[in-house]
């Protein structure tokens, strides 16, 4: 590095730190102001000071949010004395005051700004983005977390069908934040707004024209075992007199700061009662999910945490039957052709023990995140579909396998406790895998 170059990077490190001091002098000012006028001007001067701070810049603000914007310990601990050896609301809300963040606060008065709901999701991205490096802004994103649940609580969405006469803005944000089954172009997403399908979308009134999640619905005469015609460009629409089941067959979040905020499971749960209503002939809800951590539960050697008696024997004779064909690391065909050619011994092993991953590991950290998400949301384990996805993403995470989820909106909430117990609501096949 020449010296010119040593002068220019330290001129950016020295003009780095005045604009981070000037933004947390600036985050001190909106706390202590009183007025809401005056609030307003300074969240602005706030977020503009923010989105001038380049990458590293950032991180070191979240660490000062860490940091610097703490409840005082000394002030919850006497509250916290006050409240034990009195409590009640008199002694209950210092404490409540006395323990919570300023940094919440802050976050409050920049929500009031126009826009500033918008910004915080774009922070929390950000700060997702550092905290695995990072750890120690943990309590940094609870804060966020906590009060951006609050603000996209299930009340507050608007709910709106997507077809082919929507902003072509919007349809354009369809086609870019589909993460399940990637939509190929116009043609292909003009297929899945023919009237034997349905896209349902969340709104929050801060962010109107920008969707929060999204799920895509074929409107069926059966329960689906297999992606690709629900998916064909080419395929025709159905008349709507076979319309007996509505399955979801993808949800996509369009929004990666609103992470872990609890909005598909109502999602899901709206929109079937919604066609419910406009369509009453449909008597069944299911899903047609992907099962995106078999593969590698099955390379991983196919352990369940804690299992134990019978059912650990009974995983250990599946595992074996299927190391009998593919070898002691599991390793089955990558394509479509060598898992068709599958022995039916090795098919019927790998069945099993894909039954035996969604039923026994769900429950816990090695299960799949895509299972624990409908079985905890309320819905059974249905049953289970081979070679239902041969694409080179399902064959990859699957091995091809795909599964349905049952709703019955008569028995969610049951199912969900269930689940909750650390037990799987399964149909009579799924059982007999078992």
Known sequence: MTML????????RVGSQRRLRAVLSTCRRLLSVRGEANSVAIARDLLAGYDALDEGTRRLFFGHLAADFNPDPKAVETAAKAYAAAPGAATLAPLVEAAEPPRQELLRRLNRLPGGTAHIVAMRRTLLAELRALPELAAVEADFLHLLSSWFNPGFLQLRRVDWNSPAQLLEQIIRHEAVHAIDGWDDLRRRLQPDRRCFAFFHPQLPDEPLIFVEVALLPEMPSAIAPLIAKSDKPAPPETFKVAAFYSISNCQPGLKGVNLGNFLIKRVARELSRELPQL??????????????????GA????????????????????????????????????????????AAALQQLAAMYLAWATPTRAGDPVARFHLDNGARLERLNPLGDL??????????????????????????????DGEVACSRPVAALL
């Open 391 to 420: 694409s080179a993403k399902g064959l990859k995470q699957s091995h091809g396998m795909m599964v349905n989820y049952l709703y019955d909106l008569n028995r969610v909430e049951r199912h969900h406790e269930q689940f909750v």
């Open 283 to 300: 008597k069944t809800f299911c899903t047609l999910s992907p099962m995106p951590g078999l593969a590698r539960w099955l390379r991983a």
């Open 5 to 12: 170059e040593e002068v220019r990077q330290a001129a950016l």
């Open 303 to 346: 352990e369940v945490p804690g299992l134990s008696g019978s059912r650990a024997q009974r995983l250990q004779a599946a595992r074996a039957a299927l190391q009998a064909h593919a070898g002691a690391d599991l390793a089955l065909p990558d394509t479509a052709a060598g898992m068709k050619r599958l022995p039916a011994e090795a």
